[in-house]
């Protein structure tokens, strides 16, 4: 009790002490000029900085926005950043869109993307009601299936995946760097999340995660939407507990087990161990797999 009541008045005091608590981002370097920035609370962000302009994919949450922008200059980028990419519409990953285009940042995503954002949206899984965004927070251009940038001596290629973990997934592909950001199509080492409720599904993120495996080789590297940086091997591997989780369930459904009778049958006990250190639990994946479409 001491050392807590000690601990808040040294924050309360010292307002250096209290910058502890503030958003942190780790940044790995991909290549001479892309990076990986990651931190808790959101989803992974990709920077790409040179004379034409910083290039960022997701900007996470609202209040990591000038840790990011530090960040960027310290790697020598300029800020504000050029373009934003929003790979789809959740929060953690489209969190800095408002303090961003105020600062005159183009921000750009597939038009669907451009529609979740612009409307109240619900999440029954975590039971979240998203209220629209304001115009100055949506972005400013949209594309339907593809979108080429030439920008600091790579091309990039920003592709629209259809009804995956989203209706409004994009992936973006670095052709020169053999780098790629699969948004929230890849959560590395844990169980994904799909939102069913807009437009996401369990048999579009396995076409999605097969496309993306047939899209990259062995030297790739793959920045997933969460969990650490990533080669083609873990995206294999996830490909695998996706394909034989969902394929479980459906066994059981077709023998005609409730939800509960499923759970009870316990046929994902081994996958618990490796996937369960996310967002989910064995027990509610097997749920989100037994109502997913
Ligand atoms: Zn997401």
Redesign the pocket.
Known sequence: MKTIFAALTIALILPGVSKAAEPKLEVTTLAENIYMLSGKGG?NIGVMTGPDGTFVIDDQLEKTVPVLLKTIEDLGGTTPPRFVLNT?Y?R??TGGNKVLQNKDTTIISQINTRKRLAKDTHIKAFNVTNKALPDNALPNVTFTKKMQFDLNGNRLDAVYFPRA??DGDSVVYFRDANIVHT??LFFNGMYP?I?VDNGGSILGLIAAVQKLIATTDDNTKIIP?HGPLASRADLIAFQDMLTFTNASVIDLKKEGKTLEQAIKADPLVDYDKKWSGGIFSTDKWLELLYTAP
Request: hydrophobic fraction near 10%; charge should be negative.
């Open positions: 989803g789809h959740h953690d990953h973990h989203s948004g929230d999340f939102d939407g």
